[in-house]
Each structure stands twice: as C-alpha cells, then as structure tokens.
C-alpha cells in the first residue's frame, strides 16, 4: 500500500490490525509505542482517508455448522447503462458477497456465498428470470487459491 499520508508506524497500525483487527487499543499501542490516545487518533484518520474502510470477521472452517458453496454468476444486460433494475435486484440478495460492472464482453460478475447448491440454482434462476437479462454463465468455485478478503 502506498498513501503519501502514511508513516512507518500507520503502517505498523494497519499490520497489526489485519492481523488482528479486534487487537485491544491498549495492546496495540504498546507495540507501536504510543499513547492509546495517540494510537485511537491514527485509527480514526485512517478511517477518515477511507485507508480503513471496514473490519470484518471471517469463520475458520471448523466454525461454520454447514458447509458453504461459493459460485460466480457473469451477467449479460441487455442495456448496460439503464441496467438498474438488474444491479438493484442483485444488491438485495443476501448471499452476494461481490458484485462488480466489468469492461469488454463481460457485463456484471456476481460472487456468491450460499449454504447449498440448490439455493444457488434458485438465485441464478432469478437473475436469468430479471427484465433485461440477455444470459448468464454460471461456475462454481472448486477450491479457492488466493483468498486475500
């Protein structure tokens, strides 16, 4: 990451923090060698400049009670920009984890998070089911490589 805003220690904060982002201000400070207030005051600047947008828990894989299949669904609109009504649909569905606008050939790409491949079918039968939806494609995730969420 390079923001010209950033000191050796914002950097140390932010390490810190994904490593652990429910890490005591406390703890943090002493390994930083700060104040907590001095500390707490960093955190919420990096916040502020949008360096931190978020925290977020991710579950180990003993910690979920059922298994969860993950698919991409490729959205092709029939009119890309007046697509509203697709994108607006999507964004309502809970198991959408990701959803981006892509260039070229490819119109929307849509990640999803659900507890079975049934339920899958039941979304990609919705999307292909909206007004405005040429096609979809749909693959479902085997095995994950890199997972830097």
Known sequence: MSHPQLDAIDRQILDALQADARIPVATLAQQVGL???????RIDRLEALKVITGYTVRLGDKAADAPVVRAIIMVYRKDRMR?????TAIAKLPEVTYCAVLSGDL????????????????????????????????????SPL???R
């Open 35 to 41: 104040s907590r207030h001095a500390v707490r005051h």
């Open 83 to 87: 697509g509203a009504d697709v994108t």
């Open 107 to 142: 119109d929307l790409l849509v990640q999803l998070e659900a507890p079975s491949q049934e339920r899958i079918t039941e979304i990609w039968q919705a999307l292909a089911a909206l007004p405005g939806v040429v096609d979809t494609h749909t693959s479902f995730v085997l």
């Open 146 to 148: 890199v997972d830097r």
